[in-house]
């Protein structure tokens, strides 16, 4: 079982910056993908970044060049650096994990955290 809890997020106006943690219960090292999705009202949850336990990362289209995704082994923390925020990236924003194992294949969420960019 993987508990995350995300932190960061807030009220900003657009242009400016946040940066969003995930605290994972577990050593990081033994989760295979860690990222963050993000849901705006009426919208399905979407992909912003991810990174794959060897570092690789992938970003979605519109957060390219904007956001950061990285991490701190030590703090089992995974951060998502937001710079040059747009009102269209206002949305709960929702740490995931992912571990897959020869017999299993886990997804897990955190509580989400809410940021809103206005204009």
């Known amino acids: 079982q993987v508990q995350l809890v995300e932190s960061g997020g807030g009220l900003v106006e657009a242009g400016g910056s946040l940066r969003l943690s995930c605290v994972a219960s577990?050593?990081?090292?033994?989760?295979?993908?860690m990222g963050w999705y993000r849901q705006a009202p009426g919208k399905q949850r979407e992909l912003v970044a991810a990174?794959?336990?060897?570092?690789?990362?992938n970003y979605a289209d519109p957060v390219k060049g904007r956001f950061t995704i990285s991490r701190d082994n030590a703090k089992n923390t995974v951060y998502l650096q937001m710079n040059g925020l747009k009102p269209e990236d206002t949305a709960v924003y929702y740490c995931?994990?992912?571990?897959?194992?020869?017999?299993?294949?886990?997804?897990?969420w955190g509580q989400g955290t809410q940021v809103t960019v206005s204009s």
């Open positions: 995931y994990a992912h571990k897959s194992g020869r017999q299993y294949d886990l997804d897990y």
């Open positions: 577990v050593s990081i090292f033994s989760i295979n993908v």
């Open positions: 990174m794959a336990t060897g570092g690789s990362t």
